[in-house]
């Protein structure tokens, strides 16, 4: 097993897993806010490094056929199992996983019409040079495409990488560079321009997830929220929504 493969293993960034779509169903309820644009009409979905398909519930709950693309076989496996019963083709499944790399997979499947992207936390992982692929795979596609990242000036974030073991900062630290200008260059570059950009989840994830099941404080997350057209810096997250540009 190779170090990246080491990294992505079992029994790592357990605090990545989520058992259910509470969580994602908040996030992505958020997202809907900020896209004006009806994301029903989208009857396809690729959700590229889906990881232990934290953010995957919400999709595979609002989308027809949702392709979760994994390129850690420990992870591709965990997705699985949370998703076996809409896997399962006997029984009608809608989730197709898929253990690859995004590169390979948007080179070698054909993307239907009515597609539509989404990544979540994946960007900050790779080199300068993965980005440029992966942004011009998707400009060729011509699918929008939803970029899910942390938030670089929230302070917050760093402190995670002294509570959770498993995070290094080698592997984490390109999220701070990612700011909106930086990205949206880079974006712009390759034919991708950024339709819509926000921040979203006002409160630390630990603490949303935990809000999120209690009945009181559940009611009255989303209100938090709008703190952060008042206070952006404490965001957790940062949402760009790009779509090829005319130029192109």
């Not at 997202?31 to 934290?54: C, H, P, T, W």
């Not at 390129?71 to 898929?98: M, W």
Request: proline fraction near 6%; include cysteine.
């Amino acid at each position: 097993m190779d170090n990246n493969n080491a990294y992505f293993a079992h029994d790592t960034h357990s605090y990545m897993y989520c058992a259910d779509g509470t969580f994602s169903d908040y996030i992505f309820a958020l997202i809907r806010d900020i896209i004006s644009e009806d994301l029903k009409q989208f009857e396809n979905v690729f959700e590229l490094g889906a990881g232990m398909g934290r953010f995957s519930f919400a999709l595979v709950s609002n989308f027809p056929h949702i392709w979760l693309i994994e390129p850690s076989p420990a992870y591709a496996e965990t997705i699985t199992k949370l998703f076996v019963n809409e896997h399962d083709p006997k029984i009608g499944g809608k989730v197709t996983i898929i253990n690859s790399t995004m590169e390979e997979f948007l080179k070698s499947h054909e993307i239907p019409s009515k597609s539509i992207v989404f990544c979540f936390h994946l960007l900050h992982h790779l080199t300068r040079e993965q980005r440029k692929e992966l942004f011009i795979c998707i400009s060729k596609i011509n699918a929008p495409a939803v970029f899910v990242e942390p938030n670089p000036l929230n302070p917050l974030i760093i402190l995670q990488l002294l509570i959770y073991r498993d995070m290094r900062m080698r592997d984490e630290f390109q999220y701070i560079t990612l700011t909106r200008k930086k990205l949206s260059r880079e974006l712009n570059a390759c034919g991708l321009s950024v339709v819509s950009h926000d921040r979203l989840c006002f409160l630390p994830p630990p603490l949303a997830r935990l809000a999120l099941k209690m009945p009181a404080l559940g009611k009255s997350i989303r209100f938090f929220d709008k703190l952060r057209h008042i206070l952006p810096v404490l965001g957790s997250y940062q949402l760009f929504y790009c779509k090829r540009s005319n130029k192109f």
